[in-house]
Nanobody, 114 residues
Framework: QVQLVESGGCLVQPGGSLRLSCAASGFTFSIYAMSWYRQAPGKERELVARIGTLGRITNYADSVKDRFTISRNNAKNTVYLQMNSLKPEYTAGYYC???????WGQGTQVTVSS
């Protein structure tokens, strides 16, 4: 079965950095684009970044440009989200997905607070 397992979320101070990972299995990872979404309490789920199959094409939400970097390692079936200069408003559950398959992970919580 398709599995997407996020990890790396934790409590971090404003201005800090964090790297999230999403380990994929159960499908041919290298032929699918991947995305990261986030959802804060009381808010809609928001697309924050996506990456093409070879890792050459990337897109970001305006709110995280120049702060977040999405990458992937097809040999390890893993997609990453490097988050720098974190703000309290970035606090949310973060989820990876395979958009064309409508597959989602269970999420990992990121809390930015002093």
């Amino acid at each position: 079965q398709v599995q997407l397992v996020e990890s790396g979320g934790c409590l971090v101070q404003p201005g800090g950095s964090l790297r999230l990972s999403c380990a994929a299995s159960g499908f041919t990872f290298s032929i699918y684009a991947m995305s990261w979404y986030r959802q804060a309490p009381g808010k809609e789920r928001e697309l924050v970044a996506r990456i093409g199959t070879l890792g050459r094409i990337t897109n970001y939400a305006d709110s995280v440009k120049d702060r977040f970097t999405i990458s992937r390692n097809n040999a390890k079936n893993t997609v990453y989200l490097q988050m720098n200069s974190l703000k309290p408003e970035y606090t949310a559950g973060y989820y990876c997905s395979v958009p064309t398959r409508n597959d989602w992970g269970q999420g990992t919580q990121v809390t930015v607070s002093s």
